[in-house]
């Protein structure tokens, strides 16, 4: 079966950090595009960090720029998100997917894609 399957979300303080990791399941990551993103309850989902097929380009929201990074290890077909300095704005279910599009239309199109993880919870709370 050709999934995504995340694993690393939890409760954390603000100010702490976290790493959520994605890995692919039947299939390689190698020639997609990759991505993080977020939906809290209310809102629409939204990119959060993205990285091209290349590895040589990046996009993130300017609200976590700085904060988070993301990463992939093309040997074990796993992408990372790193997640330093969390506030409570951050608390939502985060999904990884993988797309063959260039990075910006990756994180920008938030609906086509052609794999999705299933989401994991990340609540930032004291």
């Known amino acids: 079966q050709l999934q995504l399957v995340e694993t690393g979300g939890g409760l954390v303080q603000p100010g702490k950090s976290l790493r959520l990791s994605c890995a692919a399941s039947g299939f390689t990551l190698e020639t997609y595009a990759i991505g993080w993103f977020r939906q809290a309850p209310g809102k629409e989902r939204e990119g959060v960090a993205c990285l091209s097929s290349s590895g040589g380009f990046t996009y993130y929201k300017d609200s976590i720029q700085g904060r988070f990074t993301i990463t992939r290890d093309r040997n074990k077909s796993t992408m990372y998100l790193q997640m330093n300095s969390l506030r409570p704005e951050d608390t939502a279910v985060y999904y990884c997917?993988?797309?063959?599009?260039?990075?910006?239309?990756?994180?920008?199109?938030?609906?086509?894609?052609?794999?999705w993880g299933q989401g994991t919870q990340v609540t930032v709370s004291s």
């Open positions: 997917a993988a797309a063959r599009q260039n990075v910006r239309t990756m994180c920008m199109a938030t609906l086509r894609k052609d794999f």
